[in-house]
């Protein structure tokens, strides 16, 4: 681990996405994403995505200067053709313009097809919300989960974030509907760590706690059957509304040479004057459970740890810090000289 | 057991009904919901709960006569008080006006609050992709679920329900965000047949398997922390769209005398015109686990059971059928006549 700091980080990320051709002003929306996962402690979609995005704009499969083209299918529902841009380039552009028309209308939805990984989707929720917004945010990726008793994987990972306005800060929630993401198999796979039982199947399709064996087969909806139907549930909504690919046909969030074909979907509800304090006050006074590691409010434990990055620095795994000098074009010393910790 | 069909219980129920003074399409309109549980074979949200209704009709709770008070507060965002009317009656009137205003715009969202007992959200999901739209619908209900890691309930079952077109038969799921529903529990509870470990805290919040224990404790909710998660963003984001009540306060589903003020949300979305049925036969098709039940698409069990009972009768517990008869004035040689099986 390496210790950095934030401004560092961002420097060195803005530069590696200008050596890659990228606008300065979509190279921000792309570091700023990445470095709030390091900064909330979700180093699986942090700068560890940095050398992906580059190799994909390398390789002609991300247009590093698309907004995406927007249509407007009616007053409130915009389809966003993101023409292989940057994820939260053309999100971005998408959550505006949806943030705008629902001022008027009420609620407004984007839909979006032909976009790259699109990121951490509570980076958007809490944007909004923080603007008085009400946000419910999901996205499609690569099949990786199996659906409730089946062998194999023909559901996304398929997140959901929601982002509320309270009256004081925002509450978000950001979660996948996978029990775990392929990123913590990775890494159990990485340090030898074995999986927890009923986390995935091997390429047989039989249960395994053997990471090596889980990466090429597929991990368990979260919740048994029930986060399977809303996984499911989710990838035919964002399907149908996005006009993505389905399932196993979905390509290029895992890859450096395929046109990414899944979809997003944001619904921006014009939010309401409800101060919601006091009830999630008395939910974080609730009494513990015996064993139990204390009562949490999603986002909140993410927040703190940003709060806490932003002053204390930000740990960084070597290979992250190394690859983002690379990337940057910065000497190698300079790497060497910021130094672990 | 007594093996019914749905005409007679059709007409038993808008008798009950009629006679606690319901105009007849309000009749119809509640009776269809509880009709089609029963058909999908999910009797908690059947007739059993036509006891209360009635019971909450003559306390004066609920005013069968409203159909609620629509006000606009954006050309796609829909606020409706309720007036206390029957949950199914101020909900279609609801949904019929969104989705006449989504046909317009794109999308649009009703935010119900002074309503009662919902019932099945799948009824109305089901309902609306069967004309074309897709449906996100949420409502609250008594706090019965503890937070992950909390002692005790501070937060609805608060049941999620999506209907998608699919070019076929429409998607459809429909689930609580609790592990069980508390009518699992009293159903146990009754049979004195255990609980499952994890499901249910007693009232000093200590695991139990106990269901009587369970019933005067709290539920967990499902897949743990994000479960929770889940369960929480909908409690927040309904009461915020709503004005509805929050955790605790929230009263009226599951006494006889208490307005009630939970809430109720619908997202409808003019749905695209997207074939989804190869990859549903895709999944349907995947190769089933070692020991899994096989592998199921979401909401087509209850239709099947639907199907079956509509042909072959409909299974009511006897206390449901007797009970029935009394509420609708009907001769008891009539259920006696009627039978068992």
């Not at 792309?30 to 979700?42: K, M, S, T």
């Not at 139907?229 to 450096?256: K, P, Q």
Request: a negative charge; charged letters at 20%; one cysteine or more.
């Amino acid at each position: 681990m390496t210790l950095s700091d934030a401004v560092t980080l961002r420097e060195l990320g803005l530069r590696a996405l200008a050596r890659a051709g990228v606008p300065a002003r979509h190279a921000e929306t792309q570091i700023d994403l990445l470095l709030d996962a390091e900064l909330r402690g979700v180093p699986s979609h942090g700068l560890l995505r940095l050398e992906r995005i580059i190799r994909r704009i390398e390789n002609g499969v991300i247009d590093c200067g698309s907004e995406g083209t927007h249509r407007w299918l009616g007053p409130a529902f915009l389809t966003v053709d993101g023409g292989n841009g940057l994820g939260p380039v053309v999100a971005n552009a998408a959550l505006d313009a949806a943030a705008s028309r629902a001022d008027e209308t009420g609620i407004a939805v984007a839909a979006i097809r032909n976009s790259n990984h699109v990121g951490m989707l509570g980076w958007y929720a809490e944007r909004m919300a923080g603007k008085g917004f009400t946000i419910i945010a999901l996205s499609t990726s690569e099949a990786l989960v199996h659906p409730w008793g089946a062998r194999r994987a023909m559901i996304g990972t398929n997140p959901i974030a929601i982002g509320i306005p309270t009256g004081g800060e925002p509450f978000m929630m950001d979660m996948a509907t996978s029990v775990v993401s392929m990123g913590e198999i990775h890494d159990h796979a990485h340090r030898k760590v074995p999986l927890q039982p009923g986390w995935a199947l091997d390429a047989e399709g039989r249960p395994t706690t053997d990471a090596e064996a889980a990466k090429a087969g597929s991990i368990a909806p979260f919740g048994q059957a029930k986060g399977y139907a809303l996984g499911l549930a989710f990838e035919l909504l964002v399907a149908s509304l996005a006009g993505a690919a389905l399932g196993r046909d979905i390509r290029g969030t895992l890859d450096d040479i395929e046109v990414c074909n899944k979809g997003d979907v944001f619904i921006v509800i014009k939010g309401q004057q409800r101060d919601l304090q006091a009830y999630l006050a008395d939910i974080r006074a609730t009494e513990q459970a015996d064993g139990s590691g204390g009562v949490l409010i999603p986002g909140e434990r993410g927040r703190a740890c940003r709060s806490d990055r932003l002053r204390n620095g930000v740990p960084v795994a070597d290979e992250v810090w190394k690859k983002l000098h690379i990337l940057a074009g910065a000497e190698a010393a300079a790497w060497r000289i910021s130094g672990g910790v």
